[in-house]
């Protein structure tokens, strides 16, 4: 693929070097532990491919001590498989009851971004706007107030490039390395280390992040310049934000002519008609019930920034753009804060089907 570095699915080169000693402070990592987690997920700890990942987990003899900023679903997904990899992880958010549950899954909550900086040799931030991530940067207790030599910031989530060229712009000015990379997955896909990972920008801190990649999600690919990693999000999201309404579609097509949803969800999964988003979310549509994996009102910030980004470039998006109102009914008829899947729901009503 042309600009693409590389892509890694929890593999490596294969070298021979020594095992290292893993120790975090004065304490010794359980080495183990990690061996474990990373056995159920299909890697040999111990290997001569893992010896070589342990170079880059390794610096200056301890373990890389990861930082989160923004602690909702996603940042609490990736700082939960991390602490079962023996990562030391500390996590800092706005919110006190976002705080309090990572707590709860074994995290330490600390009480600014500066702080999470500070101790951290990397910084992984999730965040729901670009206000938040300027903030979080910059502000009075920002990350920019807690930079040291050798940090590396990493920004997953989708936002304008410009406002991930700022923050680049200000922690690059304290010498701090910032790498873009959003993911594609849900929720509950973060929660079970299934995303796939967009990562973009300075090829040592893409080295060094590997093995902590590995831990998030079940595939890498590195796309090369700062900023490719978003290109690539907003690729994927607009088939997303797409498929989601077109899944709730067909399903409401189909439960009006007198299918079984359960029926259509078995059927349409085994031919050519089906996606991913039609496997995941059909069984929610089945069920009629939407935990939020993603929640829809998110979509709206996803669907401006993709389309914004398309009329930069003079590309047409006739399908995204005609998705987005439907996104905002949905939000307002209360729908906002269940999974985006509750597009069926709001279709169901338009065409006045009852279960």
Not at 218 to 235: C, H, I, P, Q
Not at 277 to 288: K, L, Q, T
Not at 314 to 329: H, R
């Amino acid at each position: 693929m042309p600009g693409v570095k590389s892509c890694t699915t929890r593999s490596s080169v294969i070298v021979d070097l020594p095992q290292p000693r893993i120790v975090a402070g004065n304490r010794k990592i359980d080495a183990e532990r990690l061996s474990t987690f990373m056995a159920a997920r299909g890697r040999g700890f111990g290997s001569e491919r893992h010896r070589l990942e342990w170079t880059s987990v390794t610096a200056g003899g301890h373990l890389q001590r990861i930082g989160l900023v923004g602690i909702g679903i996603m940042g609490t997904a990736y700082g939960a498989n991390l602490l079962k990899a023996g990562f030391p992880v500390v996590g800092w958010d706005i919110d006190e009851t976002r705080r309090a549950a990572w707590r709860e899954v074994g995290g330490k909550a600390v009480s600014s971004a500066a702080e999470v900086a500070a101790g951290s040799d990397i910084v992984l931030t999730a965040l729901p706007s670009t206000d938040s991530l300027i903030d979080a940067v910059e502000g009075e207790a920002g990350l920019m107030q807690g930079a040291h030599a050798d940090l590396i910031v990493v920004e997953m989530s989708t936002f304008p490039l410009e406002s991930k060229e700022r923050a680049r712009h200000e922690l690059g000015a304290t010498g701090v390395v910032m790498v873009d990379a959003p993911v594609s997955g849900t929720g509950l896909q973060a929660a079970t280390a299934e995303i796939v990972i967009y990562a973009s920008g300075d090829s040592e801190a893409l080295v060094r992040l590997r093995p902590v990649f590995d831990v998030l999600g079940k595939g890498t690919f590195e796309l090369g310049e700062f900023g490719n990693g978003s290109r690539m999000k907003y690729v994927a999201n607009l088939l997303v934000s797409v498929h989601n309404l077109a899944t709730a579609e067909a399903f409401v097509l189909g439960m009006k002519s007198g299918l079984d949803p359960q029926q259509i969800l078995e059927v349409i999964s085994a031919g050519v008609g089906t996606s991913s988003i039609f496997e995941i979310r059909g069984p929610m549509m089945v069920a009629d019930d939407y935990p939020p994996a993603a929640k829809l009102k998110m979509f709206i910030k996803d669907i401006t920034v993709i389309g914004d980004a398309g009329r930069d470039l003079g590309v047409p998006t006739p399908l995204l753009d005609t998705s987005l109102p439907f996104y905002e009914e949905a939000i307002a008829e209360g729908l906002g804060d269940l999974d985006a899947a509750a597009l069926c729901r709001l279709l169901e009503n338009r065409a006045d089907l009852t279960r």
